[in-house]
């Protein structure tokens, strides 16, 4: 069963940045396209970017393209979120998953998911 660890939350202040990490392990991680996904208080859990095993192709949500940047190091069987230019909005708690297929944009085709990294961005 794979293992997800999220890192690198925090607070920051709007217009700031953050690298938010997810560390992989009990599976092949190259076996496996990447996700992430937040999850504001009383909202539903939606897609912010994914990518494929060998970061060929990435997608990203609406609300976070041109800002957000997803990747992925394989030799160390990690997935990085890169946040730019954040906003009050992008407050979150943000979850890794991963999948033993293609990239989704689906937060149902993701077999396996990380605890959890809170994002809070003040104004």
């Known amino acids: 069963q794979a293992q997800l660890v999220e890192s690198g939350g925090g607070l920051v202040q709007a217009g700031g940045s953050l690298r938010l990490s997810c560390a992989a392990s009990g599976r092949t991680f190259s076996d496996y396209a990447m996700g992430w996904f937040r999850q504001a208080p009383g909202k539903e859990r939606e897609f912010v970017a994914t990518i494929s095993w060998n970061g060929g192709l990435t997608y990203y949500g609406r609300s976070v393209k041109g800002r957000f940047t997803i990747s992925r190091d394989n030799a160390k069987s990690t997935v990085y979120l890169q946040m730019n230019s954040l906003k009050p909005e992008d407050t979150a708690v943000y979850y890794c998953?991963?999948?033993?297929?293609?990239?989704?944009?689906?937060?149902?085709?993701?077999?396996?998911w990380g605890q959890g990294t809170q994002v809070t961005i003040s104004s």
């Open positions: 998953a991963s999948r033993p297929s293609g990239p989704s944009t689906s937060r149902a085709d993701y077999a396996y």
